[in-house]
C-alpha cells in the first residue's frame, strides 16, 4: 500500500527536478538574423546601402572579440555577399515588437546614418560606430 502513494510523490519531485535547471538558461539567442528592406539610401560606415539586406549578429563572434555585426546582400537562394562586418556598442534597450533601425542625417554623405539597429524581441540595441 505504501508503494502506490510513494511514485506519485517521485513523479512531482522529478518534474520539479527537471524543470528546475531552465531557470538559469539565458534567454539571449548567440545568433540574430533579420531580412531587411532599406528603402532609401542609408549609411553605414561610409557604404550606401539600398534595398534588401540581412542583418546578423553574432554573441559567440563577441565574445571571442572578432566583429559581431555582418551584413549581406539579400539573395532568395541565401545570403549574397558579405557588404561589411564590424564590431557593435551593445547597450541594453526596451524590447522592441520589429526589426528597428535608429538613423540619423548624415553630413558627410547625401544619406541617412545608421547608429544603431535592433532585432526584434530583443531587449539590447546595437549600435553602429563610425568607423
Known sequence: MRLPRLIPILVVIGVIGASAPAGFVTATPVREVAVVNIAGPVEVQRMLLNGPYVFEHDTARMARGEPCTAIYEFSPNG????????????????????????????????A????????????????????
Not at 551593445?90 to 542625417?105: A, L
Not at 544603431?116 to 553602429?128: I, L, P, T
Request: aromatic fraction near 10%; include cysteine.
Open 79 to 110: 545570403l549574397g555577399r558579405k557588404v561589411l562586418s564590424f564590431h557593435c556598442l551593445p547597450r541594453e534597450s526596451g524590447t522592441v515588437e520589429h526589426f528597428t533601425m535608429r538613423v540619423q542625417r548624415s553630413f558627410e554623405m547625401p
Open 112 to 131: 541617412l546614418r545608421l547608429t544603431e539597429y535592433q532585432f526584434a524581441g530583443s531587449g539590447e540595441a546595437h549600435g553602429v560606430p563610425r568607423r
